[in-house]
């Protein structure tokens, strides 16, 4: 079948089990055992795990308690964030020596666009090989790639063949790809969504391409146009080199529950701070504050104000989240308290459509 819109050459990168791959790499003690990286106490929060460790169901954001249940040989070790950004900062350099249509998603993984590149190598399978073998050779890490002609399909492609595999979709071969897709593996469709589908018999592409754009749409709202396009290989998005944050934040998930807004209080400056120094860095202002809270049986609950003047200074910030902390009144005990700020002064910068924004990855912190 022909694809009728533009044909690119796009492959992402995803590193590893990045996080837990560099601890092991650095302590060659920890080689082939089961490896967590974040805190293994009651409180703790596993941040990522090796892949002996996820044979048995260690996962990111699982509890440490909940992960040395499942693994009782789990080794917990803390993050080091300097020497991932160190390793990450080596790998982008790798990318660029290809195109300059580099996208970061993460510390681990990458969109290229190597449609027209700097080694004229008009294979982009052949290129993957190259960046994944130098990736190698230069931080002794491995990385698994997919190269299709969208991000979308670039990106699911690349959970193909890991760890240390690749996987290419050519033109000719993206509509039974698609088709025969598990909705899960589905970019976009996550547990939540997935089993909303398939209440309503959508288990693969196929299934869900017999749906009409209507039908998608009264039932998925604004991601209904998005699953009809995507499973048809219609993704335009462009590699943006330069992603405009749509919000930027920081959290932090306590030790105990918290159950009094007093002992709340001290936690909330901090992450304020954080905040702040985070802000200065971007040079970056906004005017939606919102404040987050997870309770201790891990509801979750938004509170937001959006101010008429922009902020970035701790005490505005932590005037407003004061504000909204005691608008009503807490439903259970709190394990996490966060600080976000949206409604950016980064719209039509270099101009670039405020629309095109990305989120910021928040700053996560942990009561030690």
Not at 15 to 29: G, I, K, L, R
Not at 45 to 63: D, L, N
Not at 226 to 241: C, D, Q, T
């Amino acid at each position: 079948m022909d694809l009728d819109f533009p044909l690119r050459k796009i492959i992402h990168v995803d590193m590893d089990a990045f996080y837990a791959s560099v601890e092991q790499h650095d302590n060659p003690e920890l080689k082939g055992k089961p490896v967590a990286v974040g805190g293994g106490s009651k409180r703790g929060v596993v941040s990522a795990a090796s892949y002996e460790a996820r044979k048995f169901g260690v996962r990111s954001a699982m509890s440490g308690f909940l992960a040395q249940r499942n693994c009782p040989d789990l080794i917990f070790v803390k993050p080091r964030f300097d020497r991932y950004k160190e390793i990450s900062q080596q790998v982008r350099a790798l990318f660029f020596e290809y195109t300059d249509l580099v996208e970061p998603l993460s510390l681990d993984e990458a969109y290229l666009d190597v449609t027209e590149n700097k080694k004229g190598n008009p294979s982009a399978t052949l290129i993957a090989k190259e960046i994944r073998r130098n990736i190698l050779e230069k931080t002794g890490l491995t990385a698994s790639a997919g190269i299709s002609i969208n991000k979308f399909i670039a990106k699911v492609a690349s959970d193909y063949n890991k760890p240390n595999g690749q996987k290419t979709v050519n033109p000719e071969e993206v509509i039974q790809f698609l088709e025969d897709l598990d909705i899960r593996k589905f970019y976009g469709v996550g547990k939540v969504t997935a089993e909303k589908m398939y209440k309503l018999g959508i288990f693969t592409g196929r299934d869900l391409k017999t749906k009409s754009l209507d039908f998608l749409d009264n039932t998925f709202g604004k991601s209904g146009r998005y699953y009809y396009n995507v499973v048809r290989g219609i993704h335009l998005s462009e590699v943006k080199p330069h992603r405009i944050p749509k919000s930027v934040g920081a959290e932090r998930t306590f030790r105990e529950n918290l159950s009094s807004e007093i002992f709340m209080l001290e936690r909330l400056e901090n992450i304020a701070s954080e905040l702040e120094r985070r802000l200065q860095k971007s040079k970056i202002a906004g005017k939606t504050i919102t404040l987050k809270i997870k309770y201790s049986d891990f509801t979750l609950q938004t509170r937001s104000k959006t101010l008429p003047y922009f902020v970035a200074t701790k005490e505005l910030i932590l005037e407003t989240a004061k504000e909204l902390l005691y608008q009503q009144a807490l439903q259970n005990s709190v394990r996490l308290l966060g600080i976000s700020l949206a409604n950016l002064n980064t719209g039509k910068k270099n101009n670039v459509d405020k629309s095109d924004g990305e989120p910021l990855s928040v700053q996560l912190k942990f009561d030690l």
